[in-house]
Structures are given as C-alpha cells and as structure tokens.
C-alpha cells in the first residue's frame, strides 16, 4: 500500500461495513483499488462518493467534483441511454461532449441512445455508465469494475483512455476491481486484501 505526497482525495480513519480504519490519500493519474469479493472495493468508492456516510472518518475531496454513479439500479430501468447521459452532463460542468461522442462512437453505443436501459445487455449497460464517468470531467472519477462484461474491443479503448489519463496532472481516475493490470501506468494500489 503507498500512501502518495500530492493527494487530490484522503480517506482518514474511514469506517464502514467491510473498510475499517481506513487512512489513504489518491494522487493525480489513475489508481487502483483491488481484492476479493466481499472485501468492500465498492463500498469504499461509495464512501469517496459520499453515496453513504462513514460510521467514523473522513473524506476531503478536491473542489472539481467527484464522479460515481451506479446504473445497475432498476430505478434507473425506464431512462433512455441519452437521457441518462443528459441528466449526469447537468451535474458536471467540465463535462467534454467530444470525449463521450468518440467514446459512444468507439463501442459502439450510438445506436442505443434511445433505448431504455432495461433493454441493454449487462455490458451495453456497463458501458453507458463507463462512457458517462470519462466524459464526466470530474476532478476525481470512480469506476467500479469497469470492464465487466465488455467485449474485447471496449475493454481495449477503456485501458487506452486511462493509459492516457494516467498522465494528467491534475484529475484522478480510481478504478476498483479484482486484480490492477500489469500494463497500465498505475499512481498507487490500495489491495483490500493485504488490510484483513
């Protein structure tokens, strides 16, 4: 576990469900929170979020605002794709149109757009959720499991975006899934597991 100097987001003592006594900071690039089932990588997203509240500890984000939202919901069932899109473009001002028009070019989504998020597949689902979190603009953008039942093609155009964004300077993309990639440029690595 690495604990970064120019921290854009700090868990200090955070505590709920299956993270306890949580003291991390995420930098700017692209990080990854990894472990087994169960062992709380999207609570701990939902913590950063503020999507729930920690029983003890804190959260300092940066100003910028910090991107998460969970579309595997049946509330959200009856929302077309670009309805979806429009609604979470509202709530993030440096949104980049351009960057979701190639992204829903690039896998293959432009056709979906007026289809209710009940009739998409898991990945198609998935990736209305992936397209929106990286053209969000957000100073930190969270993304749980985001290759998921993707085909090949997106999974690649995903790691090529976070390739890219591993450089930036000033946001922080933090991605929780099982294992971190070997071939991606990574600021830090949280393992759960190491923390039982």
């Known amino acids: 576990m690495s604990t970064p100097s120019a921290s ?5 003592n955070l505590t709920h469900g299956p993270i306890t006594h949580l003291t991390f900071t995420w930098p700017a690039g692209v990080s990854w929170v ?28 940066p100003s910028g605002g910090v991107f998460w939202v969970d579309l595997q919901s049946p509330t959200h069932d009856a929302i077309t794709v670009q309805a979806c899109w429009d ?17 829903a070019e690039a896998m ?38 985001p290759f998921a039942a993707l085909d090949l093609r997106s999974i690649q155009i995903i790691q090529e975006f976070l390739s890219e964004a591993a450089e930036h300077p000033h ?16 600021a830090c690595v949280l393992n759960l597991d190491m923390r039982s």
């Open 8 to 12: 854009l987001i700090r868990a200090q």
């Open 171 to 186: 946001r922080a993309w933090i991605v929780a899934d099982y294992e971190p990639p070997n071939d991606l440029p990574l």
């Open 34 to 61: 990894c472990g087994d089932e169960g062992k709380g990588k999207t609570t701990l997203l939902r913590l950063l979020a503020g999507d729930v509240q920690p029983d003890i500890g804190t959260v300092t984000l």
């Open 108 to 145: 293959d989504m432009h056709t979906h757009r007026e289809k209710q998020l009940h009739m998409l597949s898991a990945g198609s689902r998935r990736k209305v959720m992936v397209v929106a979190a990286l053209a969000s603009g957000a100073a930190v953008t969270l993304l749980d499991q």
């Open 87 to 103: 609604d979470l473009r509202k709530q993030y001002p440096h949104w980049n149109d351009g960057v979701l028009s190639d992204l």
